[in-house]
């Protein structure tokens, strides 16, 4: 070993200590940036749970009282039979499933022939896909609607429904769906093809097998769309029995008083189930969001 | 090549045409009856008085020349312009400076990104709701820790300056999924740059000026697009705020009449189909407008690696 490395080593080793040194204080400055405007992001649902526990006398009170001072659970209770709440949860929960059930049949197999099966005009119909999504959703609703209306279909659930299966939301899924596949690799498809397997043998034993993540997070964020869905539910559905929880909560609110306690409660527990999905398949959401968004 | 080998590879060809259509007929029967059917007789609608009870009855471009005489049309589209303007941009930095942060490798990052995330996930009319307790004048948490730190407490909710501000507050709590979306792109932005720049002496500002911001630029490119289509379809915020409040909609002095808000009262409460058909049509202008506009600038912005 000679003396010249040593020697540069010597004089680098102050620079990296002090860029160690400042890159240690820039992650203490990011920590405290980050949990400070993060505790400003809690702070809604902590106000949320709170006020949900709250009498109205702690709750309309200034300046504002943050613990409640006996914990108000009737405030659920309450919640849940001013309005037929389970009904409306039941509503949303049916209506979610059938959105989820159509996308995820339909969606890989579109999905499917715009990644592994190379036919003409394929590249021309996928073109006209993507742009489907800068279509507004007000351009189609209303002759939508209109079609409904003369089936004698509004004030069901099927406008809903098929929109989802049908409609322009669906591209998103099949886009996300044909990202996925093409990472599958080829020859696994065409050394299927040569043995002479159909494409709908090597799309439903080769493909879907090897896709169940990819259409979990199809199925996730179909689910979550439907469940906050307030759109569809207000303009098709005049029958209160066929309300959704979206649509309810507004009930909650009279002429010039709202029940905020119980309201709070109605809302926490709407939330409370997608909140717990987050927590079992995190990855996914993150998944989902980052496939359709890079590439 | 023989003439029977030929005819061979174009029945395979023609098979092959015909599976494929057969995989994506669900969306051909969508893209029919759900988009060009709709978007034809919304076009022949647009053209029409029409109620829903008696059929369309043919008024030419009266429609047209109607939305350009109706001060609600203006203001409904100054209002969600307003929204794509302050909204959209100041969300897309919050979430960008989150980003960043977020990807200094900070130990918990999973954690931070979850807190960040999370309020994504809330229903928005429940959301929306709990903003509205939030933004209470008199009651809420929100005036009440302003007053604290000696900020105005407006009156968000009755205001009429202030209901479109309340609405753009509330959107940064939104503003995970973006956040994300800037996480994974500043990933993949190639470590080598930055140890270039090092080199070169480049401090944190350059790089970021010079290294960071081209190298997401696809990705805040996306975001405007996405962005753009989606706050001039404004709806539910605007509509629950109002409804909320006990007022009718459009909120105070129609400050939060936007247009998707508009459109939807003259067609479901106006009952005048044609007449919303025509203002549809005019959104539908105003996003191509947009888009194509911010493509063409896109080209100044825009860096895509070499790789595409």
Known sequence: MNASPQSADAAAAPRSAARRRSGAARKAMSHLVLTLVGLLFLMPFVWLVLTSLKTDDEIFVVP???????????????????????????????????????????????????????????????????????LPFQVTMIPIYVMFNKIDLTNSYWPIVLSSWFGTGLAYYIFLLRQFFLGIPHELTESAKIDGASELRIYAQIVLPLSKPALLTV???????????????????????????????????????????????????????????????????IEGITITGLK | MNAGNQIGIRRRERKRLLVGLLFISPWLAGLLLFQLYPILSSFYYSLTEYSLFTPPEWVGAANYKELFDDPK???????????????????????????????????????????????????????????????NAQYGLINELAGRIGLPQPNWLLDPKWTKPALVLMGFWGTGTATIMYLAALQEVPRMYYEAAEIDGANAWQKF???????????????????????????????????????????????????????????FSFLRMGYASAMAWLLFAVVFALTILVFKTSAKWVYYGGDR
């Open chain 2, 73 to 135: 049309v203006w203001l409904s589209l100054y209002n969600t312009l307003f929204m794509t303007i302050f909204g959209l941009f100041p969300h897309l930095a919050f979430a960008l400076a989150i980003a960043l942060l977020l990807n200094r490798n900070v130990k918990g990052q999973s954690i931070y990104r979850t807190i960040y995330f999370l309020p994504t996930l809330v229903p928005i009319v429940a959301a929306t709701l709990l903003w509205m307790w939030l933004l």
């Open chain 1, 64 to 134: 504002v009282q943050w613990l409640p001072g006996a914990i108000q659970w009737e405030n659920y209770t309450k919640a849940i039979h001013a309005i037929p709440y389970f009904r409306y949860m039941g509503n949303t929960i049916w209506i979610a499933a059938l959105c989820v059930l159509g996308v995820v049949v339909i969606a890989p197999l579109v999905a499917y022939g715009f990644s592994k099966i190379d036919f003409k005009g394929r590249n021309g119909l996928f073109y006209i896909m993507l742009s489907t999504l800068m």
């Open chain 2, 209 to 267: 000026r010079q290294i960071t911001l081209p190298a997401i630029s696809p990705m805040t490119l996306f975001q405007v697009i996405m962005g753009i289509i989606g706050t001039l379809q404004l709806f539910t915020q605007g509509y629950v705020f109002a409804e909320g409040n006990g007022q009718a909609i459009g909120g105070p002095e129609n400050s939060l009449l936007f247009y998707g808000v508009y459109l939807y009262q003259t067609a």
């Open chain 1, 219 to 285: 199925g996730l964020f179909t689910f979550l769309g439907a469940w906050g869905d307030f759109q569809g539910p207000l303009i098709y559905l005049n029958d209160p029995d066929k309300w959704t929880l979206s649509i309810g909560l507004k009930q909650y609110i009279q002429e010039n008083k709202v029940a905020w306690g119980q309201l709070m409660a109605a809302s926490t527990i709407f939330t409370l189930p997608i909140v717990i999905l987050y927590f079992f398949v995190q990855k996914k959401f």
